[in-house]
C-alpha cells in the first residue's frame, strides 16, 4: 500500500514539475534525444542502444507534451478514435527503428523484413482510415506534432483563432488582427483562409485525397518493389521517387488552398527528396564518394572541423543501412 501511495506521490511531483517547469524539462528531453548519438559507436550493440535511448527520450517528449497540452490548453482532451490513431503512429514512428533493429538482431534479415512489413501494414492501414473517414490531409510525420509548449503556455486559455482573425458582422470579411499576423518573414500576404468543409466532393478535394493517397501506399509499394526486383535495383528507387514526384505535382495544383500548417507539412516532404542520395543504390554507386569528399575537403580546410566530419565519415555508411529506409521518410 505504501509503494502505491510512494509511487503516486512521485508521478504527481513529477507532473507538477514539468507543469510548472515546461522549459527545464525541454533542456532534459533535449540532453536524452543528443546521448543517444554519443552512445553510437560507444559501447557494444550501440547501434540498439542508441535507438532505445532515442526512442525513450521521444516517449517522454510525448509524455509530457500531453501533462502540458492537459494543463494549459484551452480545450479539454478527448481521446477519440481519430486521436489514438494518431497517438499510436507517433508511437511507432519514434520507436520502428529500435524495433527492426531488436528483430534483426534476433530473428536475422527475414525476421527485420518481416516486421517491417508488419508495421508499414498498420502504418498505411490506420493512415487510410485517418484520411477517407476523418478527411486529414496531409497526414503530419510524426501525426501528433511536438508541443510549442512557450507558446501554449503564454497563452492559456484564449483561442488560436481569436488572436489571429476576426469577421466582420455586416460584410462577412475575415480580417486579420494584428497580433494574430506571423513573423514578416513567414508572411504570404494573402488574405486570411479558413479551412474548407473536407467532406466536399469538389474536385480540388478529390485530388488532394489522391495525392495524399500516393503518399500512404508509397512505402508498401516500395516494399513490394523490393521484393521482386531486389534492394540494390534502380526500379525500385525510381519507382518510390516516382510516387513522391506525382503526389508533389498534384498538391502544387492546390497550395493556395491549403492552410499554413498544411503547407510546411509538404514542404518538409519536399525536403525529405535529398535523402533519395542516401539510400541505395544511389548511395553506393554515386553519392557516397561525393559526401565523404566533401566533408574530408571540410575537415582540411576548417579547423576543429576533423572532430565532427571524423566520425561522420566513419559512421555514414553504417548510419544508412540503418536510417535511410524509403518508408521512414
Known amino acids: 500500500m ?47 542502444v542508441s535507438e532505445l535511448v532515442y526512442s525513450l527520450s521521444k516517449l517522454l517528449s510525448l509524455f509530457n507534451d500531453r501533462l502540458i497540452k492537459e494543463a494549459y490548453g484551452s ?55 485517418l484520411l477517407y473517414k476523418y478527411n486529414d490531409m496531409p497526414i503530419h510525420h510524426p501525426p501528433i506534432p511536438v508541443l510549442q509548449r512557450k507558446k501554449i503556455t503564454e497563452a492559456k486559455g484564449i483561442d488560436d483563432n481569436l488572436n489571429t482573425f476576426f469577421t466582420l458582422k455586416r460584410s ?28 466536399s466532393h469538389n474536385p480540388k478535394v478529390q485530388e488532394l485525397i489522391q495525392a495524399e ?35 508533389f505535382k498534384m498538391y502544387n495544383r492546390h497550395m493556395n488552398d491549403l492552410s499554413y500548417e498544411q503547407r510546411l507539412e509538404i514542404s518538409r516532404r519536399k525536403l525529405g527528396l535529398v535523402l533519395y542520395l542516401l539510400r541505395s543504390p544511389m548511395y553506393k554507386g554515386y553519392s557516397k564518394k561525393v559526401i565523404e569528399g566533401v566533408l574530408q575537403s571540410a575537415a582540411n580546410s576548417i579547423p576543429l572541423m576533423s572532430f565532427v566530419s571524423g566520425p561522420v565519415i566513419q559512421y555514414l555508411s553504417h548510419w544508412q543501412d540503418i536510417y535511410f529506409y524509403m518508408w521512414a521518410s
Open 2 to 48: 505504501d509503494k502505491k501511495i510512494s509511487l503516486a506521490g512521485l508521478y504527481s511531483a513529477y507532473k507538477r514539475w514539468v507543469i510548472n517547469n515546461p522549459g527545464a524539462a525541454t533542456d532534459v528531453e533535449t540532453v536524452a534525444t543528443w546521448s543517444s548519438y554519443f552512445v553510437a559507436g560507444k559501447i557494444n550493440k550501440s547501434p540498439i
Open 75 to 129: 480545450e479539454i482532451l478527448h481521446y477519440s478514435l481519430q486521436e489514438q490513431i494518431k497517438l499510436w503512429l507517433t508511437i511507432i514512428h519514434y520507436c520502428e527503428v529500435f524495433v527492426e533493429l531488436v528483430v534483426k538482431n534476433r530473428w536475422g534479415t527475414r525476421g527485420k523484413w518481416t516486421i517491417a512489413t508488419i508495421l508499414q501494414l498498420f502504418k498505411c492501414s490506420s493512415a487510410l482510415v
Open 172 to 199: 462577412g470579411r475575415v480580417v486579420r488582427c494584428v497580433d494574430g499576423a506571423p513573423p514578416i518573414a513567414l508572411r504570404d500576404w494573402q488574405p486570411v483562409k479558413i479551412k474548407d468543409d473536407m467532406t
Open 213 to 247: 493517397l500516393i503518399h500512404i501506399l508509397k512505402p508498401i509499394v516500395h516494399l513490394a518493389a523490393m521484393k521482386v526486383f531486389g534492394t540494390k535495383s534502380w526500379k525500385q528507387w525510381l519507382i518510390a521517387l516516382g510516387m513522391d514526384v506525382a503526389s
